[in-house]
């Protein structure tokens, strides 16, 4: 089973602060996808990354592919309170057959005007 | 002309009923798949389906059974509800390997059903 580790779990931060969530595996996956989640709602895919190295923008946020395509991370520049969410990392590889995404934990993430 | 939908959106029911939960895509997609999102928010996938035919299946009860009548509908039945299955459920669908860009395969998600066991 292949396993993410998504930190942290919970941020708290002020509207115009920056901050960067983290997604590590000892596993290597042929994509990382990042997800928004807001409350009673599915998630909401915002980003795929499948190349080591690979960093992708969309607008404020930066998200990244480490090179061995073990982890990744997403960043946020200037959080605005239309942020606030929870994001999950998925990790996608090939098994049992099918395509399959594993999912981290989460980061739920506020911020206050 | 939402892509993932599911019904209902809530669900009350007693220990030891019987239920299901309905998933239907307009998206295309073969491949069709349930999870659970538990209380603290890990989503675990539990099925998934591929042109109609089971592909994955985590360990999961065997109360729970997936049906798939046709590649646009993937439902769930959960005989002999317990405390244990309140969670909220999500139904997602992706393109099948070749059929869509390669690698990336994104999982469009339905909006949830959340299932409260009393």
């Known amino acids: 089973t292949q396993l993410l580790e998504q930190s942290p779990q919970f941020l708290s931060i002020q509207e115009g602060e920056n901050l960067t969530v983290y997604c590590n595996s000892s596993s290597v996956f042929s994509s990382l996808q990042w997800y928004r989640q807001e409350p009673g709602e599915g998630p909401v895919l915002l980003v795929t990354?499948?190349?080591?190295?690979e960093v992708k923008k969309l607008k404020r946020l930066t998200f990244q592919f480490g090179d061995a395509r073990k982890d990744s991370s997403l960043h946020i520049t200037a959080a605005q309170p239309g942020d606030t969410g929870l994001y999950l990392c998925?990790?996608?590889?090939?098994?049992?057959?099918?395509?399959?995404?594993?999912f981290g934990k989460g980061t739920k993430l506020s911020v206050i005007p | 002309d939402t892509a993932v939908s599911q019904t209902p959106k809530y669900l009350v029911t007693q220990m030891g009923n019987d239920k299901s939960i309905k998933c239907e895509q307009n998206l295309g997609h073969d491949t069709m798949y349930w999870y659970k999102q538990d209380s603290k928010k890990f989503l675990k996938i539990m099925f998934s389906?591929?042109?109609?035919?089971?592909?994955i299946n985590e360990t999961v009860p065997n109360r729970f059974s997936p049906k798939s009548p046709d590649k646009a509908h993937l439902n769930l039945h959960i005989n002999s509800l317990e405390l244990g299955d309140s969670a909220v459920y999500f139904c997602?669908?992706?393109?099948?390997?070749?059929?869509?860009?390669?690698?990336?395969?994104?999982?469009?998600f339905g909006p949830g059903t959340r299932l409260t066991v009393t």
């Open positions: 998925a990790g996608g590889y090939s098994g049992a057959g099918s395509y399959q995404l594993t």
């Open positions: 990354v499948v190349t080591g190295g």
């Open positions: 389906y591929n042109n109609k035919e089971l592909i």
């Open positions: 997602a669908s992706s393109p099948t390997p070749g059929q869509g860009p390669q690698i990336s395969y994104e999982q469009y």
